[in-house]
Antibody
Framework: EVQMLESGGGLIQPGGSLRLSCAAS????????MNWVRQAPGKGLEWVSS????????YYADSVKGRFTISRDDSKNALYLQMNGLRAEDTALYYC???????WGQGILVTVSS | EIVLTQSPTTLSLSPGERATLSCRAS??????LAWYQQKPGQAPRLLIY???SRATGIPARFSGSGSGTDFTLTISSLEPEDFAVYYC?????????FGGGTRVEIK
């Protein structure tokens, strides 16, 4: 079965760090652009970051630039999002998404609160 | 940053009716516009990419049109399972952006 499964979310205090992981199975991962998208509770979709194959290029939303880092390990079929300096406004369900955007994980919740 | 404005915010229709959703971009995105459907508690599902190409497994009642700055998603005859929130997304320029969404609700 083709699927992607996010992990690593949870409750974190403002200023803290979390590392999200996305494990892909049943698909060829290494040749695909991979993406993170988030959705705050009751709100719309927000693109967060993308990474091209072989780490050639990374892209970030202005809202996370300098705080979040996207990376991948193609040998493990894994995508990561290192999140530092977390803020209350980063609270959201985080999805990993495989290009061409037709495969989404189920999402992992990150809650930033004291 | 390209801003996508979706209208209307909410569309109240009955099953069997035609739904017409609009997405307007603040600058040209050529054909690089996608549409997604999201139901409560579920991840978004890709419906349309490159403005008018249906994704795999998407019923023919869903169609997309437009180019440049004005795009439309049409659902020709609403089925009960089509009542959901719909988002457009541009993939023409970084940063990628989504519209604010249109909720299609049962009248």
């Amino acid at each position: 079965e083709v699927q992607m499964l996010e992990s690593g979310g949870g409750l974190i205090q403002p200023g803290g760090s979390l590392r999200l992981s996305c494990a892909a199975s049943g698909l060829t991962f290494s040749s695909s652009v991979m993406n993170w998208v988030r959705q705050a509770p009751g709100k719309g979709l927000e693109w967060v970051s993308s990474i091209t194959p072989s780490d050639d290029n990374t892209y970030y939303a202005d809202s996370v630039k300098g705080r979040f880092t996207i990376s991948r390990d193609d040998s493990k079929n894994a995508l990561y999002l290192q999140m530092n300096g977390l803020r209350a406004e980063d609270t959201a369900l985080y999805y990993c998404v495989k290009h061409p955007w037709n495969l989404w994980g189920q999402g992992i919740l990150v809650t930033v609160s004291s | 940053e390209i801003v996508l404005t979706q209208s209307p915010t909410t569309l109240s229709l009955s099953p069997g009716e035609r739904a017409t959703l609009s997405c307007r971009a603040s600058q040209s995105v050529s054909k690089y516009l996608a549409w997604y459907q999201q139901k409560p508690g579920q991840a978004p599902r890709l419906l349309i990419y490159d403005a008018s190409s249906r994704a795999t497994g998407i019923p023919a009642r869903f169609s997309g049109s437009g180019s440049g700055t004005d795009f439309t998603l049409t659902i020709s005859s609403l089925e009960p399972e089509d009542f959901a929130v719909y988002y457009c997304q541009q993939r023409s320029n970084w940063p990628l952006t989504f519209g604010g969404g249109t909720r299609v609700e049962i009248k």
